[in-house]
Nanobody
């Protein structure tokens, strides 16, 4: 598994961004995926997770109703659509993979991308 995240940038409050994570490794099959973020002076926090089939998703309370996680197993990508962005969403966003787990425990994820920076500011 080799993960590459992209799509970060600067946006005003209320705006939208779409992050994408592509797996260029040998095997994408069977992996659950998650997005985490680390803001200034904060620990790495769970944002959203998705099962291998995409049928089940989980979200942190802070992003429910605003963010949508999705995946395309043919393209080997996992996206995070972020709407109604707030200044507190400012962070470096990381994608990660896990075997049969897509919850909020970062210790369960085995491979991580390099992160992409999202800045929400007026």
């Amino acid at each position: 598994v080799q993960l590459q995240a992209s799509g970060g940038g600067s946006v005003q409050p209320g705006g939208s961004l779409r992050l994408s994570c592509v797996d260029s490794g040998r095997s994408f099959t069977g992996y659950a995926m998650g997005w985490f973020r680390q803001g200034p002076r904060r620990e790495r926090d769970f944002v959203a997770g998705i099962s291998w089939t995409g049928a089940t998703t989980t979200y942190a309370d802070s992003v429910k109703g605003r963010f949508i996680i999705s995946r395309d197993n043919v393209k080997r990508t996992v996206d995070l659509q972020m709407n109604s962005l707030k200044p507190e969403d400012t962070a470096i966003y990381y994608c990660a993979v896990a075997q049969n787990y897509f919850g909020d425990d970062s210790g369960e994820y085995t491979s991580w991308g390099q992160g992409t920076l999202v800045t929400v500011s007026s």
